[in-house]
């Protein structure tokens, strides 16, 4: 008997701080969405207001859309003060929180930043778009659970 895969979901966190980076950030990740074959439909997406507020709103997707992974996009500018690094340590630590809880691919596409332009070259400048990169490793995690379990779609 053969199981049928029902068509992957994909839950989509924009942090609106540093907007200008971020929103390159989520274009590049429809972008490579829609090249591998995940319909609008497919995706549900979701902006915060910033990098902190990312995880929660993960979990949320997950528990309340039922997606299959979630893809977060977010950027933080180092300032003159220690706030980048606990913004940086809570948003990361929270989400590999969320990840191992709801053993769900979490990808991590929160630029983490010493200024704008760096920020700017992973996002679709020279240094590529880190956004697609991170839609392509959940996209990749769900074809790895789905090839151990014989299962596609979350239950």
């Known amino acids: ?87 940086c340590s809570t948003a990361s630590s929270g989400l590999m929180t969320v990840q191992l809880n709801r053993s769900l691919p979490i990808g991590f596409g929160i630029l983490t930043c010493d200024t704008m332009e760096q920020a700017l070259d992973r996002a679709g400048g020279k240094a590529g778009n880190k956004g697609a990169e991170t839609a392509e490793t959940v996209l990749e995690m769900i074809e790895i659970r789905n090839g151990l379990t014989g299962v596609g779609g979350n239950e």
């Open 1 to 87: 008997m053969s199981v049928r895969q029902k068509p992957i979901k994909i839950g989509l966190v924009v942090c609106r701080f540093n907007e200008l980076v971020t929103r390159r950030l989520a274009e590049g990740a429809q972008a490579l969405l829609k090249r591998r074959g995940i319909k609008h439909e497919q995706i549900v997406e979701v902006e915060v207001p910033g990098a902190f507020e990312a995880p929660l709103a993960a979990q949320w997707l997950v528990d309340t859309h039922k997606v299959d992974g979630v893809v977060v996009l977010g950027a933080v500018v180092r300032g003159s003060t220690s706030h980048y690094d606990y913004v």
